[in-house]
């Protein structure tokens, strides 16, 4: 039962993923084994994170990349130039007769007297009045950059959000079945938007920082190389504390994390999906109560991951001052402070204003990425899977008829089993006949359904496909997936229904598609439909599964899109089980017409009494 898969399931978890007891107990000093192989591999640097960024970039997308660089290298001189007005005013504040004196700025002067600026006061003033225009023009020229740089990155994004569906929903049913839901939600709902958050806007701030950084380096380095150098070293030197003292701790809390989400997103999924089960079996204590460690263990690392992103603003600050103070210190062992001290302080000043900021946001960008480098992992993996086939419901669908399936000699197997679930089948299932398929649970009937719908690929044998206008093509190969599966009509053993209206669930929400109504409303009087669904079915609002119908009502709706629409071939899985022997009988009347329409309908049944109207019976038993 669900409930029992779920408490089992976390119980098991709790025992099987180290990671998980690092995160709950010592997230700190101990490295656990099982995870030294992991830190190898994530402990790689800012560089080649970054290369590894740039090659998830398409071409177009690179192609922007350099004009966001572009941007990203103006936006830098905007800064300095910024600062650099400062400067000159605090000068001309302190000796106000250089206005008098300097050549360019005594003509400046003359301009602004002929708009009635005639005193060094009023200059001064009016240059106040640039320098804040500067700074305005700086702080929007510096936002619009930002709007851009988040743009694109987020484009980014939602294309590899894009990418990881596609490699997700085009892998074997074998593999979607074994997949976890909570780390599929993850992967292709969370992570790419953290990528971006992260990783690409990170990434930008990154290259940002840095070159404003740089830009002020040099010019410290011109303006006065000793106090420029000692900057220098003391800024590589917390660089490296940091780095030495985060980089394991990073690497570990990436491997917690890539556990932890993806568990507690599939906690959450299962109890929804198992409500009545887990109020019933009173496990919801127990399952709230995995959760919320699950979580602690979560906050605990995000606890611990905030502390570390702030303290290099903490060590900067320090270095800030021991900067100031070397240069001072340095000034009065080359001599006696020279008239342009206070110049050169306020200019360190300055520059310390500018680069520890950048620093610290520099270190928190690293630190974020290592800590989430299990992200990057994901969209190279869905970047790697692009060129996957992927179902498609666009134009040019080839529609074929009078379709004939013979089975011939096929062996059945799943990659977790030792034994095929069945072994050198031969049947045939002709069009115009409506086939059941019996069998003890377990006989292997799902599986070869799956066969039948080219989503479980054949150990050894092969499906051929034979229409009333052409030669026998082989499943798979001859006749691709594509081709196929859209000229075939399947009903599960579960309902798929969603919230939104009849209409919404018919058409799965399908672009342009249409829905032929006077069938429609016919096939609701057939399935005894029209009470609970109403005036206007059509634009019946389901809840979420379905809830709001009866389990039997649930599965007469999911029959009516499968009915709906004319198909070559109609697959029901145990389609009838909520079904009295009434209703039944109707539905069966139904696909029995639809048979000597031409259509091929097989029907996977436990009911012996619907088996027994069928044309055809294949017994896996027996088989």
């Known amino acids: 039962m669900p409930c029992l898969q779920l408490v089992a399931w976390q119980r098991r978890t709790s025992i099987l993923t180290p ?23 994530t402990s790689t640097s800012t560089y080649a994170t970054l290369r590894r960024v740039y090659q998830l970039l398409n071409k177009k997308e690179r192609n922007r990349s350099v004009f966001l660089l572009l941007s990203i290298f103006t936006n830098s001189i905007v800064e300095i130039l910024g600062l650099a007005v400062i400067i000159p005013v605090i000068g001309l504040v302190i000796q106000p007769e250089t206005i008098q004196t300097n050549p360019s700025l005594h003509h400046a002067f003359e301009l602004a007297g002929t708009i009635g600026i005639d005193t060094p006061y009023r200059f001064l003033i009016l240059l106040c009045v640039i320098m804040i225009g500067a700074f305005l023009f700086k ?25 990881l569906w596609t490699y997700h929903f085009s892998k074997s049913l074998e593999r979607m079945r074994s997949s976890n839901s909570g780390r599929l939600l993850t992967e292709i709902n969370t992570w790419p938007i953290t990528f971006a958050r992260l990783f690409m806007v990170g990434g930008v701030l990154i290259i940002s920082e840095l070159t404003v950084i740089a830009f002020i380096t040099i010019g410290l ?5 000793i106090v420029s150098l000692s900057i220098a070293v003391l800024i590589l030197t917390g660089a490296t504390i940091i780095r030495t003292l985060t980089k394991q701790r990073l690497a570990r809390y990436s491997h917690s994390l890539r556990q932890l989400e993806p568990h507690t997103n599939s906690l959450i999924t299962n109890a929804i999906r198992g409500f009545l089960e887990v109020i019933t079996f009173r496990a919801s204590d127990a399952v709230r109560d995995a959760y919320l460690k699950d979580q602690k263990s979560i906050f605990r690392i995000q606890s611990n991951t905030t502390v570390l992103q702030v303290s290099p603003s903490k060590l900067y600050e320090v270095l800030a001052v021991t900067a100031v103070a070397s240069s001072i210190i340095i000034t009065l062992i080359q001599g006696a402070p020279q008239a342009g001290f206070l110049e050169l302080l306020t200019l360190m000043a300055i520059s310390a204003y500018r680069i520890m900021p950048s620093m610290s946001r520099l270190n928190n960008a ?26 498609s419901t ?14 011939n000699d096929i062996t059945l197997s799943y990659e977790t089993r030792k034994q095929p679930v069945l072994n050198d089948l031969t049947h045939s299932f002709h069009h115009g006949n409506v086939h059941a398929i019996i069998g003890a649970s377990g006989s292997g009937k799902s599986t070869l359904i799956s066969s039948l719908l080219c989503l479980h690929q054949p150990s050894s044998g092969a499906i051929f496909i034979q229409s009333s206008a052409s030669q026998p093509k082989n499943l798979g190969s001859d006749l691709s997936i594509q081709d196929w599966i859209l000229n ?17 669930n018919l058409t799965l929400c399908v672009p342009d598609a249409r829905v032929n109504e006077s069938k429609v409303f016919e096939l609701v009087e057939y399935l005894q439909l029209s009470e609970c669904l109403g005036p206007d079915p059509l634009q019946f609002e389901l809840q979420e599964g379905g809830s709001n119908l009866s389990g039997g009502q649930q599965q007469r709706l999911a029959l009516l899109r ?11 899985d145990e389609a009838t089980s909520a079904l009295d022997s009434e209703l039944r009988d109707v539905v069966f009347q139904l696909l029995k017409e639809r048979a000597l329409a031409g259509c091929n309908v097989i029907i996977v049944t436990h009911d012996n009494q619907l088996a027994k109207q069928c044309d055809t019976v294949l017994n896996l038993d027996a088989a």
């Not at 030294?36 to 591999?41: A, D, G």
């Not at 380095?221 to 190389?225: E, G, Q, R, V």
């Open 366 to 391: 690293v630190m974020q990425m290592r800590t989430y480098i299990h992200v990057l992992d994901a969209m190279e993996t869905g970047q790697s899977g692009q060129q996957t086939r992927e179902v």
């Open 488 to 504: 075939v009509g399947y009903l599960s053993q579960q309902p798929f229904l969603f919230q939104g209206t009849v209409r919404d």
């Open 139 to 163: 702080a929007l020229f510096g936002l619009g950059v930002n709007l851009f740089q988040a743009r694109f990155s987020f484009s980014v994004a939602h294309r590899l959000s894009g990418l």
């Open 19 to 41: 990671s998980t007891k690092v995160a709950r107990h010592k997230l700190s000093r101990q490295e656990p084994s099982p995870s030294k192989t992991y830190l190898l591999q």
């Open 562 to 572: 499968a009915l709906q629409v004319d198909r070559a071939v109609l697959i029901l």
């Open 394 to 407: 666009s134009q040019g669908i080839k529609t074929i008829a009078g379709v004939d399936i013979q089975v």
């Open 221 to 225: 380095l011109f303006y006065n190389p």
